[in-house]
């Protein structure tokens, strides 16, 4: 059934697919589900060349596409699964069931290393040795009983880089290498990166939203990738 969903996605325009054991989620979390998927879509390395210095309108329609695929992979394949008997349960790509400091009961990070896709940059995004972090995100959780091997990573592989920290126009990421267990805001300014995020797109696009891409261009891994390192 792995396989079967994976290549299902993957023929469907998704980029890397990652499963986990969910039980160490707290149970108001997962309910009564017991696998995660991760689903992941690449950005494209044209448009994310062009951002190094700040967005563009070119950026801010692709990423808007971007959570479009998703959506759609995620009730795409959620009907798939149920067709098989199980049950799923998903979310929007994007600002969905955000509650207080800008958080979210599961975010769609959490399952991207539980799944093994990547680890937590010093930005907090999150980086995979394939795309760097020009990728999008989405979550399936379900009840599908299979038996996954612990991929997980609990580490960062940023090293001594300091691309993001030093031209993050917010100045919101510290510097500090992500362990799991280490919450957010102990290492990233998320209200810097917003109000940054918000400045920079007003001016370089005339839109009112919250997008920059600064630290995805120019993280060492997405520059493998935009040079094409894959
Ligand atoms: C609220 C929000 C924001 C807020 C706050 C950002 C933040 N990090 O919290 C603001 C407005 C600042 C923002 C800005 C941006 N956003 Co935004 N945002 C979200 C949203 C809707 C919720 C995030 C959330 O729940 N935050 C709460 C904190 C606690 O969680 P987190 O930082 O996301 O993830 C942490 C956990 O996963 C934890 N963790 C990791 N592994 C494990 C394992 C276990 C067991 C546990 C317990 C925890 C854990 O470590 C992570 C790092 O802090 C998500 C979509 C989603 N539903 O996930 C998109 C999302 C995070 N945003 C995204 C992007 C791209 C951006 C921007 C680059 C703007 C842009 N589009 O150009 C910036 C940079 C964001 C950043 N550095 O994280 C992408 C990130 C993709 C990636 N490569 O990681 C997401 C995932 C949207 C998507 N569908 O892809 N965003």
């Known amino acids: ?18 499963f986990a054991d969910i039980s160490i989620l707290d149970p108001v979390v997962k309910k009564n589900f017991t696998t995660g998927i991760s689903i992941a879509v690449a950005l494209d390395p044209v448009i994310i060349k062009n951002i190094t210095e700040g967005p563009t309108i070119e950026y801010d329609k692709e990423y808007k596409s971007a959570n479009d695929r998703l959506d759609n992979l ?9 067709k098989r008997g199980y049950k799923t349960g998903y979310w929007g790509a994007t600002n969905d069931g955000i509650y207080g400091h ?6 769609h ?21 394939q795309y760097g972090s020009a990728i ?3 979550t399936v959780l379900t009840d599908l009983n299979i038996k996954i091997p612990d991929v997980s990573i609990s580490g960062s592989s940023c ?14 990421p510290s510097g500090v290498n992500w362990r799991r ?8 300014k998320p209200d810097s990166c917003r109000m940054a995020a918000r400045k920079i797109a007003k001016e370089r696009t005339g839109i009112k939203d919250t997008f920059c891409g600064i630290c995805i261009a120019n993280c ?3 520059k493998e990738y935009l040079d094409g390192g894959l």
Do not use: Q
């Not at 396989?3 to 325009?13: C, F, K, P, Y």
């Open 1 to 18: 059934m792995v396989e079967d969903i994976s290549s299902e996605l993957l023929s469907n325009g998704a980029s890397l697919v990652g």
């Open 74 to 82: 995620s009730s795409m394949i959620a009907e798939y699964i149920g």
């Open 102 to 107: 800008h958080l979210t009961k599961l975010p």
């Open 109 to 129: 990070k959490t399952m991207a290393t539980l799944s093994g896709l990547g680890w937590i940059g010093k930005c907090a995004l999150l980086v995979t040795r």
């Open 136 to 138: 999008r995100l989405t």
């Open 159 to 172: 090293g001594d880089c300091t691309n993001c920290v030093d031209l993050c126009p917010g100045h919101a």
């Open 181 to 188: 267990g280490m919450f957010r805001d102990e290492f990233y």
């Open 220 to 222: 060492k891994y997405t």
